[in-house]
């Protein structure tokens, strides 16, 4: 059972379509991605090979796309086009990412409001994705990549002896966004 059933099922709720508030703001001229990759949380949420999943993107001939990064203020700059970091409200970041092609980053915030709109989305787990997943998306349009939990149980803690999320390949994600977006 997904978590958004196991909660309403437990508040005697029915799950709806939901409301987003947006704010426009300046878009940019290029069809774009939006990028989140750094969460404040712990450090097992953590990738440390978004540079290189960056790198693999623009050197793709064919991928014709800015990399817009989206997060806190006091987030890591990976190497994105343009930067949002700090400079949007939650309204304005709806708006982004509705206006977006993908949405690419780890499970938070962002990965559910993309899955509101039904966007396309490449999302890294650190922990079982299945009852997290993003939950308005169609299955055509998500690739939830999640360490080998066969060799190691997950962690759901904000720290990972372990450090499996970093076992996720960035060729594995760079792979997956070219394939949503049939490049």
């Given at each position: 059972?997904?978590?958004?059933?196991a909660?309403a099922?437990?508040c005697?709720?029915m799950i709806?379509?939901?409301?987003?508030?947006?704010q426009?703001?300046?878009?940019p001229?290029?069809?774009y991605?939006?990028?989140?990759?750094?969460?404040?949380?712990?450090?097992s949420?953590q990738?440390?090979?978004?540079?290189?999943?960056?790198?693999?993107?623009?050197?793709t001939?064919n991928?014709l796309?800015d990399?817009?990064?989206v997060?806190?203020?006091?987030?890591?700059?990976?190497?994105?086009?343009t930067?949002?970091?700090?400079n949007?409200?939650?309204?304005?970041?709806?708006?982004?990412?509705?206006?977006?092609?993908?949405?690419?980053?780890?499970?938070?915030?962002p990965v559910?409001i993309?899955s509101h709109y039904?966007k396309?989305?490449v999302?890294?787990?650190?922990?079982?994705?299945?009852?997290t997943?993003?939950y308005?998306s169609?299955?055509?349009?998500i690739?939830?990549?999640?360490?080998?939990?066969?060799l190691?149980?997950?962690?759901?803690?904000?720290?990972?002896?372990?450090?499996?999320?970093?076992?996720?390949?960035?060729?594995?994600i760079h792979?997956?966004?070219?394939?949503l977006?049939?490049?």
């Open positions: 059972m997904h978590l958004v059933e909660y099922l437990s005697g709720s709806g379509s939901c409301f987003i508030q947006e426009a703001l300046s878009l001229s290029n069809p991605i939006t990028f989140h990759g750094y969460n404040p949380k712990g450090p949420r990738y440390r090979y978004w540079n290189e999943v960056i790198k693999l993107l623009k050197s001939p991928f796309y990399i817009i990064e997060g806190e203020t006091h987030s890591h700059k990976y190497g994105s086009d930067t949002y970091l700090g949007t409200s939650y309204a304005e970041l709806a708006y982004l990412i509705k206006h977006s092609s993908l949405h690419l980053g780890f499970d938070s915030l559910h993309a039904d396309k989305i999302a890294i787990y650190a922990h079982y994705a299945q009852n997943k993003p308005f169609t299955p055509e349009n690739v939830l990549l999640e360490p080998n939990h066969k190691l149980k997950p962690v759901f803690s904000d720290s990972d002896p372990f450090d499996q999320i970093n076992s996720i390949s960035p060729f594995n792979k997956s966004i070219l394939g977006l049939n490049i």
